[in-house]
């Protein structure tokens, strides 16, 4: 047996689920940028933005958690199942892991500070 293969399982099954699943995960990511673009309000009312966050974020995984449960085997079960057309998504997730990918302005200032200084003792 292959590993990972699930015994009795089918292709169209494990095609359901794998669509399932990649709906759903798209759906949270979209959620996660929502709620995290709207932390500033927590912060602006003093509140504790970054507990507020991951707090909110846990909520949001675990049902995600209980939504692919209840969901897979409802399409499953729901008569023939549709199988998508990988080639009709139109959406690509791409995170940076920092909303300063070239650093902190004052970094940046200090590389640019180096720079200069290295063309001045060169030149």
Known sequence: MLAGA???GSDTGRLVTLATIDELWSDYLAAVAELRAGTVWIS???GNPMGDFLRRLHAMF????????EEIPARLNGGE?????WRERGATWTYLTTDEP???MSERAMRG????VQRTLRG
């Open 102 to 104: 070239f650093g902190r």
């Open 6 to 8: 699930v015994p009795g």
């Open 81 to 85: 199942p549709t199988l998508p057309e």
């Open 62 to 69: 675990e049902e995600l958690q209980r939504t692919i449960d």
């Open 44 to 46: 602006l009312g003093g």
């Open 113 to 116: 500070l180096v720079r200069m």
